[in-house]
């Protein structure tokens, strides 16, 4: 089962803008982290953020964490073409769990 | 250093079959997961190692499935009596210690295609 849900499914923009992503889970955690996938293939960690962080800011992204709403968002400044992928974000379950929970992640597509 | 490596790349196999997936972490990283992505969804866990032992296996879907790791570093992911809905993309991650706050960094995944 799957506890993180992206928002939007999709997302399409013209390079230079900014584009936001939200994720939402369901059980108390440790951290969220957000990563990005080209291609269905390998995952690349952008970014971690603690749950008593509240934002966290990393080159041109931004992350924000709210665990009373249980929800994340994710920033990214000054798209470019490059930024086109798959992000999505994971959190552990808390209590020591190990592994990390997907959602079905945001499709961003940024247009020259 | 070099990352997590995966082999092979693609693997396409008849229905019944039997198949290996093989894992190398980064050098040094005690804690190994194995995760599985179909097709527009996010990556689910399968089972997590830290080192040689199986510290949870919760994800396997059934007994078909099974992985191990018998010297700490490389990791086998072994499907028995292969089906059509096996096929994704089967992704490996590995981490430093393996707490809560370690990175998990991956693979590139093998691409599993049951005919």
């Known amino acids: 089962s799957q506890q993180g849900e992206e928002d939007p499914q999709a997302l399409s923009i013209q390079e230079g803008e900014n584009a936001t992503m939200n994720c939402s889970y369901k059980?108390?955690?440790?951290?969220l982290q957000w990563y990005r996938q080209n291609s269905g293939r390998g995952l690349v960690h952008l970014i971690l953020?603690?749950?008593?962080?509240r934002e966290k800011h990393s080159g041109r992204l931004r992350v924000t964490l709210d665990t009373s709403k249980k929800s994340s968002s994710l920033l990214i400044t000054a798209s470019r073409a490059a930024d086109t992928a798959s992000y999505f974000c994971?959190?552990?379950?808390?209590?020591?769990?190990?592994?990390?929970?997907f959602g079905q992640g945001t499709r961003l597509t940024i247009n020259p | 250093g070099a990352g997590v490596s995966q082999t092979p790349s693609n693997k396409v196999t008849e229905k019944g079959k039997y198949v290996e997936l093989r894992c190398d972490p980064i050098?040094?990283?005690?804690?190994l997961y194995w995760y599985r992505q179909s097709l527009g969804q996010g990556p689910e866990f399968l089972i997590y190692?830290?080192?040689?032992?199986?510290?949870?296996d919760s994800g396997l879907p059934n007994d078909r499935f099974f992985a191990v790791r018998p010297e700490g570093s490389v990791s086998t992911l072994k499907i028995q009596r292969t089906e059509r809905g096996d096929s994704a993309v089967y992704l490996c991650?590995?981490?430093?210690?393996?707490?809560?706050?370690?990175?998990?960094?991956f693979g590139p995944g093998t691409r599993l295609t049951v005919l």
């Open positions: 991650a590995s981490s430093n210690l393996g707490g809560v706050l370690d990175t998990q960094y």
């Open positions: 953020i603690r749950s008593n962080e």
């Open positions: 059980t108390s955690i440790n951290n």
């Open positions: 190692f830290q080192g040689t032992g199986a510290a949870d």
């Open positions: 994971a959190t552990d379950e808390g209590q020591g769990a190990q592994k990390l929970v």
């Open positions: 050098s040094g990283h005690t804690a």
